[in-house]
């Protein structure tokens, strides 16, 4: 993706906790780290000692006393700045930056391309606030960028729903290290009901739908009008939500997922996606009345 990364999370905040700041706020980060049973309380005050007289941040004077870690830091910061936190026995895929490594430069512009996607998309009315990502080919990142996009949407707070809309080759459910093997297949079959949708431990704000049990006739699944008003309701009780795609260059899947939701974002990687192929992708939605709310290209 081409954007630039701004200031760092957790640098940020640890700034706030330097020496000359609020005395309370260094207290306030021990009293979190306690209640997380990641300090004893007599620890705060020999690191807030040790923090005055060398002149330190709280986490430095803790770091080098030996009784905090880095990760140690990430979560009493995230709790107290009030931003999710996924530990180092996360299941979520590491590759999902969003949430790894939210400090990140990576996570930045997935926080970038939301911002941008709050101005074009979700500040027009339209009749669900269901988005699409798509594009033609295989291997061009769309289950990554559907969930760390999805991800990133959360994080503002904003009740949101991931749902793999891939019944060929689904993706999500190993992304997110999930159990649950029924899912979207199942609830369009009526098999289930939405109480396959699974809340992400770390992630509060977000659920995610995975594709569900394997079936032979994906495309006639999801023309069915039960999946058009499955994502309405869907709609009502999410402010956001995502949908993953298979590749539309080799079946006529996306095209569907993505008139149902009314919306999407076109993908592509840069050396790897075909310039014409997307051209036809791009025309093919716009001619099935999809509104085509922005393009990213990836690095390869």
Sequence with gaps: MNRNPSSQLLHAASLALSEGADPDAALMLGQILVQGGRLAPEDVDRIVDFQRAQGLRFGQAGQRLGLLTPDDLRYG???????????PDSAIDARLLAAHQPESAQAEQWRALRSEL???WLSVPAPSRALAVVSPDRREGRSLAAANLA?????????TLL?????RQPRQQALFG???HQGLSDLLAGRVGPQVLTAIEGLRCLSVLPAGTPVPNPQELLARPQFDQLLQSLAQDH??????TPAAGQCADAQTVAVRAGAALLLARRHASSLPRLA???QGLGSLGVALVGSVLQEG
């Design 77 to 87: 910061l995230s709790v107290q700045f009030d931003y999710p936190y996924l530990g």
């Design 118 to 120: 709050a101005l074009r």
């Design 151 to 159: 991800i990133a949407f959360s994080q503002l707070g904003q009740r």
């Design 163 to 167: 749902i793999d809309a891939d019944l």
């Design 178 to 180: 999930l159990s649950q």
């Design 239 to 244: 402010a956001v939500v995502i949908l993953d």
């Design 280 to 282: 036809q992708l791009r």
